[in-house]
Nanobody, 117 residues
Framework: QVQLVESGGGLVQPGGSLRLSCAAS????????MGWYRQESGKQRELVAA???????IYADSVKGRFTISRDSAKNTVALQMQMLKPEDTAVYYC???????????WGQGTQVIVSS
């Protein structure tokens, strides 16, 4: 069964940290670019960070210097380390896998992150 399962969301105070993890199953992990997206209530989903099959990374300007994306091919996981969190980081965070060279994408169910005092 092809699926992405996110974990690690929750409630954190401003300035705090969280680590999101996404476990992939049913796919050949090494031929998928991986990414994290987020969606605030009433807004469009946006790219937060992505990592290619070769390990190249890109980040949204709003998270550069605070978030780090990484992948572990041995475990078929992709992680998003989030530091110096701000209230505006509050959103549902989704893991996505994009098959290299195709429009094929797989999405996880999302995990809620709330940054609030």
């Amino acid at each position: 069964q092809v699926q992405l399962v996110e974990s690690g969301g929750g409630l954190v105070q401003p300035g705090g940290s969280l680590r999101l993890s996404c476990a992939a199953s049913g796919i050949i992990f090494d031929i998928y670019h991986m990414g994290w997206y987020r969606q605030e209530s009433g807004k469009q989903r946006e790219l937060v960070a992505a990592i290619s099959t070769g390990g190249s990374t890109i980040y949204a300007d709003s998270v550069k210097g605070r978030f780090t994306i990484s992948r572990d091919s041995a475990k078929n996981t992709v992680a998003l380390q989030m530091q110096m969190l701000k209230p505006e980081d509050t959103a549902v965070y989704y893991c996505a896998a994009n098959l290299v060279g195709t429009p094929t994408s797989i999405w996880g169910q999302g995990t809620q992150v709330i940054v609030s005092s």
